[in-house]
C-alpha cells in the first residue's frame, strides 16, 4: 500500500484490536476509531490521499456504515471503503455496494480473508 494508512472504524474493542494487530504485523499502518463522527474529523481534518483504506463497521453507536461511507464518498471520493457487519444480509450488501462500497465483510471473518480483500483493493498487504 506504500506507507498509506488503513483506517479502521468499529465499536467493538476486541476488534478494533484484532485487526490493528494483524494489518501492523502485515507491515500496514493503522489507525482506529470507536465512533463514526471521531473516524469523520480524522478524514476531513487528514492530509489528501494519507488514507489507504477503510474498513468500517456498518452498525456504530452514534449512526451507521452507510451514513460514514455517503460522507466519505462526499469528502474523499477515491478512498475504498470495506464495510463489516455481523448482521450480514443481501439487503445489507446491496446497499454497500449501491453506496460505493468497494466490498463487503460478514463477522466473523479470517485473517486470510480481510488480507485477500486488502490485497484485493488497494495491493499487497503481507
Given at each position: ?115 485477500e480483500v486488502i490485497r484485493s483493493t488497494?495491493g499487497p498487504a503481507g
Amino acid at each position: 500500500m506504500n506507507a498509506k494508512i488503513v483506517l479502521i472504524c468499529d465499536d467493538e474493542e476486541g476488534m478494533r484490536r484484532y485487526l490493528k494487530k494483524m494489518l501492523e504485523a502485515a507491515g500496514l499502518a493503522v489507525e482506529t476509531f470507536a465512533c463514526g463522527a471521531s473516524l469523520l474529523r480524522r478524514i476531513e481534518g487528514g492530509s489528501p490521499g494519507d488514507a489507504g483504506l477503510l474498513l468500517q463497521d456498518m452498525m456504530l453507536p452514534d449512526t451507521d456504515g452507510i451514513s460514514i461511507l455517503k460522507r466519505v464518498r462526499e469528502l474523499r471520493p477515491a478512498l475504498p471503503v470495506v464495510l463489516m457487519t455481523a448482521y450480514a444480509n443481501g439487503e445489507a450488501a446491496a446497499a454497500a455496494r449501491t453506496g460505493g462500497a468497494c466490498d463487503f465483510l460478514s463477522k466473523p471473518f479470517t485473517r486470510e480473508a480481510i488480507l485477500e480483500v486488502i490485497r484485493s483493493t488497494v495491493g499487497p498487504a503481507g
